[in-house]
């Protein structure tokens, strides 16, 4: 590879290349010396950026009514996009050694960046539209540190597709072959095995996930908001509609009301969910790396060794849980789950997210599905009085202080808050396999994870001051993948202490005799 330009093949132009990415080489060859992104990052960096400015482009210039300084505007804008992408290609350089990834960067400060291999969590190719058009990837090492959002690892944007998974290859090799009983040999990596993939049957589910009432929320804004600052009429037939509504009887105001939120939630969730979620394939490749490959505008290839997982979580939202669906995600040594990183499955069916769990895990049956322990009574009055004390405690302040129909709806939703309560508690739920330690809690969004009993490395014993009173503990497996901590919520002290003790023999003997 020519260290000057990048070593990416000639963009070809036209067609948009298809959202996948080449096929592993069959052999790897570390990159020793310092190597330039590719050249064509000059083209694809500014196109990217001014995509996501096309919005202010139009205010500036095509809404600028001819004000010549709009005019200027949008040019300088333009061209301090340009000339930032073209400092960024002269002074950034990259290696890969034996022991670690190097990148330098910068022009009146240079910085370098260097990441031992042996911390790399997972490597996440990302193809944005700019960049499939042009046959590029971006790199994004994790290393799993979440003391400051955004400093996890390093990124290289960009270089050519098939550089980008060779260096994926050459990254995840190493990761591998240091795990404990891992043999280096040179066959050729092969196929992957695909675990799960896109079905357009999932769809039914996005309406559920609530994602497209938030997206048409924020364009409406964005839009209401420009249209202000330009003084552009584009709510006149909005506000007579809804004046219209208004002035009809209320039953039919409500009814309308709530058919076209339901319609637009429901098509903006639709349209969320492909363009996340388009061509999501779930493979395991012959490097012993799991790896999820999604998206129809920005393609997004993300593998996790396997080495490194410690467990799964199934987690099924109310409305989700309602229409029998649920999406999971990894418990990945070194990394949180706030990040997309962490993504196993999209919102499926419960029982594809079960499946998948084991596939992932090497485990039949499922972890997640194992019949699960009940936890005490007392468990249940503590989510009974929780659910329903508070609403009573409303219910009178209000009929003191409020108009007489505000404490008879709080009584009314007495019984909606019982039953959530009753739900929490069915919710609840724990067990020990020969592998993993099993838990399950929540209602508003229920989740049940298995953890690896081998990844746990103490536990954390808590109790309120209610807790004490109705005899119960919270049992906590602090681990180094994942959030850091998973809870085993309200269970009996005894009980709670035997399973700690069960999971991890002797780690909690030396307290317990004190």
Avoid: C
Avoid at 145 to 163: F, H, K, N
């Amino acid at each position: 590879m020519n260290p000057e330009q990048g070593g990416g093949p000639a963009p070809t132009g036209g067609a948009l290349p298809p959202a996948e990415f080449p096929a592993a080489p069959a052999f790897v060859e570390p990159v020793v010396d310092w190597h330039r992104l590719d050249v064509r990052m000059l083209v694809v960096r500014p196109l990217n950026e001014i995509i996501g400015l096309v919005p202010v482009f139009v205010g500036l210039v095509v809404l600028g009514r001819g004000e010549g300084w709009r005019i200027v505007a949008g040019a300088g804008v333009i061209g301090a996009i340009v000339l930032f992408g073209l400092l960024r290609w002269m002074t950034t350089r990259y290696r890969i050694t034996d022991d670690q990834v190097e990148i330098t960067t910068g022009l009146l400060v240079r910085k370098r960046l260097a990441v031992p291999r042996d911390r790399i969590r997972t490597v996440d190719l990302t193809a944005k539209l700019g960049h499939r058009l042009f046959g590029l990837s971006a790199i994004r090492v994790g290393t799993g540190q979440r003391d400051q959002p955004g400093e996890d690892g390093l990124t290289l944007d960009a270089v050519s597709s098939a550089e980008a998974e060779r260096l994926r290859l050459l990254l995840l090799t190493r990761v591998v072959r240091d795990a404990p009983g891992a043999v280096d040999d040179a066959e050729e990596p092969g196929e992957g095995v695909a675990l799960s993939s896109w079905d357009a049957r999932w769809l039914r589910f996005a309406p559920l996930t609530l994602s497209g009432l938030v997206a048409v929320g924020a364009l409406f804004g964005l839009t209401a908001n420009f249209a202000r600052e330009l003084e552009v009429e584009v709510l006149g037939p909005l506000t007579e509609a809804a004046h219209w509504v208004m002035d009809q009887p209320v039953g039919l105001t409500a009814g309308l009301l709530a058919g076209a939120v339901l319609v637009i939630a429901g098509f903006g969730s639709v349209v969320v969910y492909v363009v996340q979620f388009w061509g999501y394939q779930l493979t395991r490749e012959p490097d012993d790396t799991v790896r999820v490959r999604r998206g129809l505008l920005t393609t997004r290839s993300v593998s996790v060794a396997e080495q490194r997982l410690r467990g799964v979580e199934v987690a099924e939202p109310l409305l989700l849980r309602a229409g029998r669906g649920a999406h999971a995600k990894t418990v990945t040594t070194g990394l949180g789950r706030k990040g997309e990183s962490s993504l196993l499955l999209p919102p499926a069916p419960v029982a594809e997210a079960h499946r998948v769990t084991a596939e992932v895990l090497r485990q039949t049956p499922p972890p997640t599905r194992a019949a699960l322990r009940r936890h005490p009574v007392a468990a249940l009055r503590r989510r009974m009085v929780r659910a329903v004390v508070p609403l009573l405690v409303l219910a009178a302040a209000l009929a003191f202080f409020a108009p007489a129909w505000t404490w008879q709806v709080a009584l009314a939703l007495v019984p909606f808050s019982a039953l959530l309560g009753w739900d929490r508690y069915r919710s609840l739920g724990h067990a020990l396999t020969d592998r993993y330690l099993v838990a399950r809690q929540g209602s508003a969004v229920r989740g049940t994870f298995a953890l690896q009993r081998t990844g746990i490395i103490g536990w954390r014993v808590s109790r309120s001051f209610f807790q004490r009173r109705a005899g119960l503990v919270t049992i906590s497996a602090t681990t180094a993948a994942g959030d850091g901590a998973y809870h085993v919520v309200d269970v009996g002290e005894a009980e709670g202490l035997a399973l700690a003790e069960e999971a991890v023999p002797d780690l909690l003997r030396p307290f317990l005799e004190r």
